[in-house]
């Protein structure tokens, strides 16, 4: 094996041309190979003495030490080399993510930070918890903690963005009152219409980490005055009998009135609104009374 075939992929080539990972363990099929060739020479010499680890280590391609290392784990565990499952079950330490560092009081606090910003990077969540408790660790272990330790993966996600004017008490009267309108009316037969610019979000471009105790992503609240680079137009329906579910445009200019209104007509005209449907808008300007008359 030639040491500049093994740096193209990342390896290194020992003494005796063998190539391996610097850093990295062996595969559990080398190891018991090492083991068949090792009790293959105990079997030869009858016990008078030790296999020569030079000789093993020559034959496979691998380093002495690492033959040593397979002797001594042979010893160790009744002739048998472990896998790394089995070791790793075996050991007598505790498991988890930041289980070596991280305490039940560590824990909480790095999940009230949390809490406290869905957004925290990792290295606030280091710098905090060394703050309040003096542990130290590294961002990888928040990490693993975050996304290991819960039921849910604490990944980061989109946040869902919550204008700040949906709470008002005039807008929960007004949406009791929508609420009762459409109680009265066939399902089928509404078709909702709107318009968004949909590169808003980009302005608060902050990613949230997902609860990892719930699964539930949270909300940011921001402006509710986006300003976009492309914009969308378009109505929605739950009667399955149209030929498609949600009808759209997706355009470069800002959403007017003569842009929805232009949407409105597409939909008349390829049978998507229909006699007898209800369209359901906001009171937006640009849901002009000249479509209305239109319809």
Known sequence: MSAEFAAQHGAEVNEYGGMYMRGKAYDILVKLRVVDEYKAEAEKLGGKRQPNMNKIAKKLKVSPPFV???QKKLFANDGHVLFPEQIRQL???PRGPGA?????????????????????????????????????VSKSTIAAFLNKGFPHKGTLVRPNLVP??????????????????LRTLNPFRIVFGDEKSIKGEEF??????????????????????????????????????????????????????????????DAVDQGYLEEYDVLVLDNATIHSKEMARWL
């Open 204 to 265: 608060w471009s902050k990613k949230v980490r997902r609860d990892p105790i719930t699964g539930e992503v949270p909300a940011n609240k921001t402006g509710s005055d986006f300003r976009n680079t492309y914009s969308v137009t378009g109505l929605c329906s739950m009667n399955e009998e149209k030929q498609v579910p949600v009808l759209f445009r997706i355009h470069q200019h800002s959403n007017d009135a003569a842009e929805f209104f232009q949407t409105v007509r």
């Open 164 to 181: 700040y004017d949906k709470y008002t008490l005039r807008n929960q009267i007004r949406a009791y009152e929508f609420m009762n309108v």
């Open 91 to 93: 050991a007598d330490r």
């Open 68 to 70: 040593q290392k397979i």
């Open 100 to 136: 070596y560092t991280l305490t039940d009081f560590d824990s909480f606090i790095l999940y009230r930070l949390y809490v406290e910003q869905p957004y925290r990077l990792l290295k606030s969540y280091k710098e905090w918890l060394l703050y309040f408790t003096g542990t130290k």
